[in-house]
C-alpha cells in the first residue's frame, strides 16, 4: 500500500500546530500560578483568555482547571458546578504531587460548598486533609471550611472539634489570621448554641487582641470574607453584640482554655 502523502502531512501539521499552541500555554498557565496569590483578579483575567478545549494536553488541562476554579473561588465568583474542577480531581487523585492533590479536593470541597451540597463538599475536605502538609496555610483553610459544613449541617459537636484542631494548628504555626479564623468559628457555634459565656470569651480573643495592630486587625476581616463569606461573618458579629456591650465588656481580660 502507497504511503498517502497527504494524510501524513495533514497529521504532522496538527501535531506541530498542538505543540505550538501547548508552548504557548505553559507560560501563560505558570504566570497566572505567580500571581494567583496576590492578584487572583490578574490570574483570572488570563485564564479567562484562554479556553479548556483548546488544550490537548492533559497536564496543561488539569492545571488549567485548577487554577481557573482556585482564581474564580478568590474572586467571588459563584461556581455554578463541579465539572471544571473534576478535571483536576480525576487528574491528580492518583498523582504523587500531594501539594495538587490536596489543592483539586479542596476546591472541590469549594465547589459543592458554594452550592450547598454540604455532604459532599465535608468528603471532599476530608480526602484533602489526609494528603494535607501540617505545618502550611492550606491545612487552616481545609479545617475552617470544614467546621463551616458542619455548623451548616447542625453538626455543632464535630464543628467544635475541628475549630480547636485548626486553632491548635494555627497556634503552631504562629498564624495569627489561622488563629483568628478559628477564635471566630468557635465564638459562632458558641452564639448559635447560646453558651453564652464561651462565645463572648471567644469574642474577646477576636475582638480584642493586643499582639495584633488595628490595620492587620483590618486585612484579616478582608481574608475572612475572602474564606468564609460575609454573610456567615456579620452573622457572627450581631450574635457576639446580642449579648449586649456590658456582658462583652465583663470578659474582655478572661483567659480562655480551648
Not at 115 to 122: G, L, R
Not at 234 to 239: E, G, L, W
Request: hydrophobic letters at 40%.
Amino acid at each position: 500500500m502507497k504511503p498517502n502523502y497527504l494524510t501524513i502531512l495533514i497529521t504532522t501539521l496538527c501535531i506541530f500546530f498542538n505543540a505550538c499552541h501547548n508552548s504557548n500555554t505553559a507560560p501563560q498557565l505558570q504566570l497566572a500560578d505567580s500571581l494567583i496569590d496576590k492578584r487572583a483578579d490578574s490570574a483570572l483575567c488570563i485564564l479567562e483568555k484562554l479556553s479548556i478545549e483548546e488544550i490537548s494536553n492533559k497536564s496543561a488541562k488539569a492545571m488549567y482547571a485548577l487554577l481557573l476554579t482556585e482564581a474564580l473561588d478568590k474572586n467571588f465568583k459563584s461556581h455554578r458546578n463541579d465539572s471544571l474542577i473534576l478535571i483536576a480531581v480525576d487528574y491528580y487523585k492518583d498523582n504523587s504531587n500531594n501539594k495538587l492533590k490536596t489543592k483539586a479536593y479542596y476546591y472541590l470541597g469549594r465547589v459543592y460548598q458554594d452550592n450547598k451540597e454540604y455532604i459532599k463538599a465535608t468528603e471532599a475536605y476530608l480526602t484533602a486533609l489526609k494528603t494535607a502538609s501540617p505545618n502550611q496555610a492550606p491545612i487552616l483553610q481545609i479545617y475552617n471550611n470544614l467546621a463551616l459544613c458542619y455548623e451548616s449541617q447542625e453538626f455543632y459537636l464535630p464543628a467544635i472539634k475541628i475549630y480547636k484542631e485548626s486553632y491548635a494548628t494555627a497556634e503552631k504555626m504562629q498564624d495569627k489570621y489561622g488563629i483568628l479564623h478559628a477564635t471566630r468559628g468557635l465564638g459562632n457555634v458558641y452564639a448559635i448554641q447560646d453558651e453564652e459565656e464561651k462565645a463572648l470569651s471567644y469574642a474577646t480573643i477576636y475582638f480584642i487582641v493586643p499582639t495584633i495592630v488595628y490595620n492587620d486587625w483590618l486585612d484579616f476581616n478582608v481574608r475572612l470574607c475572602q474564606n468564609v463569606g460575609t454573610t456567615s461573618f456579620i452573622f457572627y458579629s450581631s450574635a457576639i453584640f446580642s449579648f449586649g456591650y456590658a456582658a462583652f465588656s465583663s470578659c474582655i481580660w478572661q483567659q480562655v482554655a480551648i
